[in-house]
């Protein structure tokens, strides 16, 4: 399994904002196509964004377009969310997690079998 660590939460004023981090590491990062979900206190875990393995297909939530970014570099191992514009639903932790290239690109968590942490993203109003 990669390993994944997230960086880049934090408090930030409704409107602002935030980039977050993740790095990969113990395999080859280009094998996994990865994702960005979330999850607020009392909610399930919701899919944000996703990116495949070259980075040239991407898929985002409803409820992102236009706000969020994401990209990767896999000269660096890293995968980061750009988060604009946010707003105070957006309040959540954020975990990055790793599927199989060979799965093509995903929105389901069960397509993904390497989970980060997660990092705590607060939006205040």
């Known amino acids: 399994q990669v390993q994944l660590v997230e960086s880049g939460g934090g408090l930030v004023q409704a409107g602002g904002s935030l980039r977050l981090s993740c790095v990969a590491s113990?395999?080859?990062?280009?094998?996994?196509?990865m994702g960005w979900f979330r999850q607020a206190p009392g909610k399930e875990r919701e899919f944000v964004a996703a990116?495949?393995?070259?980075?040239?297909?991407?898929n985002y939530a409803d409820f992102v377009k236009g706000r969020f970014t994401i990209y990767r570099n896999n000269a660096e191992n890293t995968v980061a969310l750009q988060m604009n514009s946010l707003k105070p639903e957006d309040t959540a932790v954020y975990s990055c997690?790793?599927?199989?290239?060979?799965?093509?690109?995903?929105?389901?968590?069960?397509?993904?079998?390497?989970w980060g942490q997660g990092t705590q993203v607060t939006v205040s109003s």
């Open positions: 990116i495949s393995w070259s980075g040239v297909t991407t």
């Open positions: 113990g395999r080859t990062f280009s094998d996994y196509f």
């Open positions: 997690a790793a599927g199989s290239r060979y799965s093509g690109i995903s929105s389901r968590p069960r397509d993904f079998s390497s």
